[in-house]
């Protein structure tokens, strides 16, 4: 028997299961109770951008082509990821957000800009700042320039 290694071994099932990429495991993927990788890529809402053709927003505004993948608070800086899922390349994408207290008042607002500078379709980029201290800080939207 063989030692269990980090790749998922494709080579000895009848099953579809994940099938050769540059990355190692599957975008969206499910184990089995056999052990095997079986790739939900099609079920999943969103895909790794392998093109265009399946991130690409054809005639949407500038706001609708970058949307806010992850975003997160930890009590000090606001972090997260953007994707762009428009048609063209764009540049200079920030986050903006706003600071609530406890209440839900605002207490602050602001954006963050996003690395790097340029997106090409399909692709992320990640943020990170301080912001105010509050007790919620949540993403409201994401732009930038083509």
């Known amino acids: 028997m063989t030692p269990i290694s980090a790749r998922p071994v494709i080579a000895y099932s009848t099953n579809t299961i994940a099938q050769n990429s540059e990355i190692d495991e599957p975008f969206c993927y499910m184990k089995t109770p056999e052990g095997k990788t ?12 392998s093109g265009t053709s399946q991130t690409c927003i054809p005639g949407s505004n500038i706001s609708a082509k970058v949307s806010i993948a992850t975003a997160n608070y930890d ?18 994408v920030k986050v903006n957000y706003e600071v609530l207290d406890e209440s839900g008042n605002l207490i602050d607002n602001g954006f963050i800009f996003a690395e790097p500078v340029t997106l090409a379709p399909g692709q992320s980029a990640a943020f990170r700042g301080a912001v105010v201290a509050g007790a919620k800080v949540q993403a409201t939207h994401a732009d930038g320039q083509e």
């Open 38 to 49: 079986v790739d939900l890529g099609k079920l999943c809402e969103k895909q790794p951008a």
């Open 75 to 92: 009590g000090n800086f606001f972090s997260g990821k953007v994707l762009n899922q428009g048609c063209k390349i764009i540049k200079n």
